[in-house]
């Protein structure tokens, strides 16, 4: 399977297009972690690329992700990166006990925050976004009230990469797509 197949597929089952730029976010930052541990890049990315896929047919935690395992075992999916995927939810009862699942689940929320940091700075742009702008609207609970930073803090701890590590890395990585993310902002 080819990436392009794999992005096909996402599009199928994902009309909402910012739901798309999340799962391209999560591709890239698992496809960083994979390069940076000498892990296969190309898996690495798949999962990060195709872990929501059904979230807009199965928009609830006890639908997703588990109704959306038929889907991936109809179309070929290897059990494997099925069960990865899974993991990235704590009420499927998948453990997170490789470093693949742990790098998902340490990715997953953190690009909507980051993403979320870069839209509201006056370049809307990750080209120059910092961590220590992120940390400072880390401290504003009013921010971002959705991203749930007491998970975002677990999936890190669980990784085993500080968290602002994390997030400095996890920006790198979103910079490779930044125009495909509409992230340039007014950068020149």
């Not at 979230?55 to 999916?77: A, D, K, S």
């Not at 890190?156 to 993310?181: C, K, P, Y």
């Amino acid at each position: 399977m080819t990436r392009d197949e794999v992005l096909t597929f996402v599009r199928e089952h994902v009309k909402n297009e910012n739901l798309v730029k999340h799962m391209l976010c999560v591709e890239v930052a698992m496809r960083f972690y994979a390069e940076k541990f000498g892990e296969d890049v190309e898996t690495w990315g798949y999962l990060g690329l195709i872990h929501d896929f059904d979230w807009e047919i199965h928009p609830t935690l006890e639908q997703h992700p588990m109704e959306g395992v038929p889907i991936l075992r109809e179309r070929g999916f290897p059990e494997e990166l099925i069960q990865d995927i899974l993991s990235h939810a704590d009420h499927t009862g998948v453990p997170r006990d490789t470093l693949r699942r742990k790098a998902l689940y340490a990715c997953d929320e953190i690009t909507g925050f980051i993403t979320a940091v870069a839209l509201v700075r006056p370049s809307r742009s990750l080209l120059d976004l910092e961590v220590s702008s992120v940390k400072k609207k880390w401290k504003d609970k009013a921010f971002a009230a959705g991203a749930e930073r007491a998970n975002i803090e677990k999936a890190t701890e669980e990784f085993g990469v500080d968290q602002w590590e994390h997030v400095g890395n996890v920006i790198l990585a979103m910079r490779r797509i930044a125009s495909e993310l509409g992230l340039v902002g007014n950068i020149k």
